[in-house]
T-cell receptor, first 112, second 113 residues
């Protein structure tokens, strides 16, 4: 139990579908993150939220739309994805900057 | 261009011996470094970190060494146990109030009984 819960664990969707990934943290942290891990590549930061405000968007295409309604919940809304978007999507949280980030177990996304 | 490099994709060690995992970085602005461990089908788990004002940090069987002049850090695991078999990621943060972790590609450690 990491304190960061992601659902669903696996998702298969077509390119025209709309779906959402959900992340919830029970650690009382103020910052939440979305990462993408593709095969044979390092983890890539996508978005950062601090106290519900987006502080970083790492040049992510607009077909990925994050939402942070409060410090404990983070969503990633997916729309019109491409096959190259198939990857493991990881959520993380931390108390603040320059602090260890705690990760969920990820959502394995496959785009048909 | 990769700013954090783990040049060994894999490492195999005998149980009870020392495991040494290496990491090199190119960005001289990095001042906080972390090691994560990842088992299959799980997210990365934080192991140990070190600030650039130190050259060593120890936590039980895990010790991280930092050589700033060489832009190199290493993780030592002594003694290695079969349960340590996992992928190990090195990560770095640059100065200030920075949320961005830059990760290496990881090294798969296998500890043989």
């Amino acid at each position: 139990e990491t304190g960061v819960t992601q659902t669903p664990r696996h998702l298969v969707m077509g390119m025209t579908n709309k779906k959402s990934l959900k992340c919830e943290q029970h650690l009382g942290h103020n910052a939440m993150y979305w990462y993408k891990q593709s095969a044979k590549k390092p983890l890539e930061l996508m978005f950062v939220y601090n106290f519900k405000e987006q502080t970083e968007n790492n040049s992510v295409p607009s077909r990925f739309s994050p939402e942070c309604p409060n410090s404990s919940h983070l969503f990633l809304h997916l729309h019109t994805l491409q096959p190259e978007d198939s990857a493991l999507y990881l959520c993380a949280s931390s108390q603040g900057p320059n602090q260890p980030q705690h990760f969920g177990d990820g959502t394995r996304l496959s785009i048909l | 261009d990769q700013q954090v490099k783990q040049n060994s994709p894999s490492l195999s060690v005998q149980e009870g011996r020392i495991s040494i995992l290496n990491c090199d970085y190119t960005n001289s602005m990095f001042d906080y470094f972390l090691w994560y461990k990842k088992y299959p089908a799980e997210g990365p788990t934080f192991l140990i970190s070190i600030s650039s004002i130190k050259d060593k940090n120890e936590d039980g069987r895990f010790t991280v060494f930092l050589n700033k002049s060489a832009k190199h850090l290493s993780l030592h695991i002594v003694p290695s146990q079969p349960g340590d078999s996992a992928v190990y990621f090195c990560a770095a943060v640059s100065g200030g109030s920075n949320y961005k972790l830059t990760f290496g590609k990881g090294t798969l450690l296998t500890v043989n009984p």
